[in-house]
């Protein structure tokens, strides 16, 4: 997978992808991740990318010259490959695993990032995606950009260890995780259930999907109704809601 990241401030991204999954990930070549400081398509001697909005109003907006420009260079480079191009926008859609997944299918993914001010609304023309991080707004789309790629290149084959682990993820089954325990058995007074070190893999199963459940119900209910539940699934939950009715 190639990713290009269009941003004023490229250093930004130098310390979250020269470390550990991310970073053996582009060592392997699984992912090329390349910044592209579009400030270098600035207007005039001063390399400007803002300017303040026609019709008046607080703040700036990102111009649309330097974003088409360097767009024309990432696509003169790979004219063929159906990119994805993810503006970094508070009003997007909001980002999750469901995307993630989806990023992770492409080829070529450019995310654009915006910061301190808004963008001239026909930059919007360009992209195929407008996607927020979170109901909060940051000072910048760099951190949100670095949070979606590094969601996505770990769903990438090859980049986790175990090709397993991103299948039981919170999220990737539509449910949250069950608790894990390791060794010791007992820590401070705190034990092991004893399902887990019995070896009866049926009924580990079991409670591991129960305590999937029992964590989503207690935290995110709203996960539940995109969940498709059993019948048995659903009496356990009713236990949940009302334990002492049988
Ligand atoms: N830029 C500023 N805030 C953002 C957010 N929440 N998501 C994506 N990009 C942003």
Redesign the pocket.
């Known amino acids: 997978m190639k990713i290009d990241i269009l941003t004023l401030f490229p250093e930004m991204f130098t310390s979250p992808f020269n470390a550990s999954i991310i970073k053996r990930a582009m060592d392997e070549n699984i992912v090329e991740i390349s910044t592209l400081d579009f400030r270098q398509y600035g207007i005039g001697k001063h390399k400007i990318v803002d300017d303040t909005p026609y019709g008046g109003g607080a703040g700036m907006l990102l111009k649309p010259e330097p974003i088409f420009e360097a767009m024309d260079e990432i696509n003169a480079a790979d004219p063929t490959a159906e990119k994805r191009i993810i503006l970094?926008?508070?009003a997007?859609k909001p980002f999750n695993h469901e995307l993630a997944e989806d990023f992770s299918k492409s080829d070529h993914l450019v995310f654009i990032c915006?910061h301190y001010e808004g963008y001239d609304e026909r930059i919007r023309t360009l992209v195929t995606d407008e996607?927020?991080?979170?109901d909060?707004?940051?000072t910048?789309?760099e951190l949100?950009a670095m949070v979606m790629i590094d969601a996505t290149v770990r769903l990438l084959p090859g980049v986790l260890g175990n090709v397993d682990s991103a299948k039981e993820d919170s999220h990737a089954s539509g449910l949250l995780e069950y608790p894990h325990y390791t060794r010791p058995a007992m820590y401070r007074g705190m034990e092991v259930p004893e399902v887990l070190r019995n070896g009866n893999h049926q009924l580990i199963e079991k409670w591991r999907h129960q305590e999937s459940l029992k964590r989503t119900y207690d935290r995110r209910k709203d996960m539940l109704k995109n969940y498709p539940l059993t019948e048995e699934d659903k009496q356990f939950i009713q236990q949940l809601i009302n334990p002492i009715q049988k």
């Open positions: 970094m926008d508070p997007g915006g996607v927020s991080l979170g909060y707004v940051l910048g789309g949100a």
